[in-house]
T-cell receptor, first 116, second 114 residues
Framework: EAGVTQFPSHSVIEKGQTVTLRCDPI?????LYWYRRVMGKEIKFLLH????????ESGMPNNRFLAERTGGTYSTLKVQPAELEDSGVYFC??????????????FGQGTRLTVV | AQSVTQLGSHVSVSEGALVLLRCNYS??????LFWYVQYPNQGLQLLLK??????LVKGINGFEAEFKKSETSFHLTKPSAHMSDAAEYFC????????????FGTGTRLTIIP
């Protein structure tokens, strides 16, 4: 079975441009999370989807970030316009809904975004 | 709010030696605790987790961790390091109340010396 897949693996864009990251969760996983790791710092929560609905977007940095999850399947995270401080590794994770305490989240390999 | 502190951003041990990676947490509710590992060019992989019950938790690849409430710690250990253990390790906590979002520490990069 395929794991969590993220596209692209790397992206280098200029300040002011737009970038869209994509995440394909494990089939059947209704929970989908986005996280970000800025170089040398901790991995930080961005937002959580349950199916197509945003359950928690408390970690989104500002309104330059827009996340969507079409039909409760794959998700996109758009940054528009990108700023230098947006550079980092963006991780996507998915998990089963209602699986009880400490449900394991499965992570993708991440997208390394560099804004120059 | 929850938080996680990992002491030591870089740890080096000799092959065959004990591995000890430290993690302390802060949580206002009974925590669920996790250790994840990231090998080069791969995503994060769950090593082990503590939810309830036995405080000594065994994970994959010979790793284990002990939940110590009095010390608010969840240190990761392995009796004998192997070259393949070289990776970055992340401790994380969640509150588990229907929202499994994770709060991570800053990570510890483990180097194994031949």
């Amino acid at each position: 079975e395929a794991g969590v897949t993220q596209f692209p693996s790397h992206s280098v864009i200029e300040k002011g441009q737009t970038v869209t990251l994509r995440c394909d969760p494990i089939s059947g996983h209704d929970n989908l999370y986005w996280y970000r790791r800025v170089m040398g710092k901790e991995i930080k929560f961005l937002l959580h989807f349950v199916k197509e609905s945003k359950q928690d977007e408390s970690g989104m940095p500002n309104n330059r970030f827009l996340a969507e999850r079409t039909g409760g399947t794959y998700s996109t995270l758009k940054v528009q316009p990108a700023e230098l401080e947006d550079s980092g590794v963006y991780f996507c994770a998915s998990s089963l809904l209602g699986s009880g305490a400490g449900t394991e989240a499965f992570f993708g390999q991440g997208t390394r975004l560099t804004v120059v | 709010a929850q938080s996680v502190t990992q002491l030591g951003s870089h740890v080096s041990v000799s092959e065959g030696a004990l591995v000890l990676l430290r993690c302390n947490y802060s949580s206002s509710v009974p925590p669920y605790l996790f250790w994840y590992v990231q090998y080069p060019n791969q995503g994060l992989q769950l090593l082990l987790k503590y939810t309830t019950g036995a405080t000594l938790v065994k994970g994959i690849n010979g790793f284990e961790a002990e939940f110590k409430k009095s010390e608010t710690s969840f240190h990761l250990t392995k009796p004998s390091a192997h070259m393949s253990d070289a990776a970055e390790y992340f401790c994380a906590v969640s509150d588990g109340f229907g929202n499994e979002k994770l709060t991570f520490g800053t990570g510890t990069r483990l180097t194994i010396i031949p």
